[in-house]
């Protein structure tokens, strides 16, 4: 299973205006360095929480047709964009709808074949990532649409990066952001049960 991100959001979680609102007394010539915490932030925090959490673009490859239900391992999936898969002869074929049904309500999201329809069409044997699912991620187009708790996590990991910007911090007593920040994400991760 291989999970590659084909569209990034438009818009960042927050701007670095948002930032320094957070880090009091910051001024604008740290904007560069506070754009690419941020973005290295919710790099972190969507990993962990596995989730998109401005509306982006993901497509999801498998060897083939594994299981009558098929998982979406990151959340919270808007839309299915489309089915594809390789048929027996090597050809690309776009899987009807009519054929599937998507369960956007769950979490992990799922994909079922449809009333009346018994199994996934047959795949090329031989070939890798015979199977394509695009897909349409996050809470929204907007920064305003991410559940506060999220941003006030990311705000927190950014002025903890933007205070200490090395590893280690000589003569101070030592704390570790990454417990803090993954509590404040706990609530939001996607779980998948075997």
Same mark, same amino acid.
């Given at each position: 299973?291989?999970?590659?991100?084909?569209?990034?959001?438009?818009?960042?979680?927050?701007?670095?205006?948002?930032?320094?609102?957070?880090?009091?007394?910051?001024?604008?010539?740290?904007?560069?360095? =506070?754009?690419?915490?941020?973005?290295? @932030?919710?790099?972190?925090?969507?990993?962990?929480?596995?989730?998109?959490?401005?509306?982006?673009?993901?497509?999801?490859?498998?060897?083939?047709?594994?299981?009558?239900? @098929?998982?979406?391992?990151?959340?919270?999936?808007?839309?299915?964009?489309?089915?594809?898969?390789?048929?027996?002869?090597?050809? =690309?074929?776009?899987?009807?709808?009519?054929?599937?049904?998507?369960?956007?309500?769950?979490?992990? !999201?799922?994909?079922?074949?449809?009333?009346?329809?018994?199994?996934?069409?047959?795949?090329?044997?031989?070939?890798?990532? !015979?199977?394509? @699912?695009?897909?349409?991620?996050?809470?929204?187009?907007?920064?305003?649409?991410?559940?506060?708790? @999220?941003?006030?996590?990311?705000? =927190?990991?950014?002025?903890?990066?933007?205070?200490?910007?090395?590893?280690?911090?000589?003569?101070?007593?030592?704390?570790?952001?990454?417990?803090?920040?993954?509590?404040?994400?706990?609530?939001?991760?996607?779980?998948?049960?075997?």
């Amino acid at each position: 299973m291989v999970l590659k991100r084909t569209t990034a959001p438009a818009t960042p979680i927050m701007t670095p205006a948002q930032a320094r609102e957070h880090l009091r007394g910051v001024s604008t010539d740290d904007d560069t360095y =506070l754009t690419g915490l941020i973005s290295a @932030i919710t790099a972190e925090a969507e990993a962990f929480t596995q989730r998109g959490f401005i509306t982006q673009t993901w497509k999801h490859y498998q060897d083939f047709f594994y299981e009558p239900i @098929i998982e979406i391992p990151i959340g919270p999936i808007q839309s299915i964009t489309s089915v594809k898969y390789y048929d027996e002869n090597g050809t =690309l074929q776009t899987l009807s709808g009519s054929l599937y049904q998507a369960d956007l309500a769950s979490e992990p !999201s799922r994909i079922l074949l449809a009333p009346g329809v018994s199994t996934w069409p047959s795949t090329q044997a031989d070939r890798v990532n !015979s199977v394509e @699912i695009e897909f349409v991620v996050g809470y929204g187009s907007a920064a305003t649409d991410v559940p506060p708790g @999220i941003i006030q996590a990311c705000k =927190l990991a950014i002025g903890t990066l933007f205070n200490q910007r090395e590893d280690i911090a000589v003569g101070t007593i030592s704390s570790k952001l990454d417990r803090s920040f993954e509590m404040m994400l706990y609530p939001y991760r996607l779980f998948r049960f075997p």
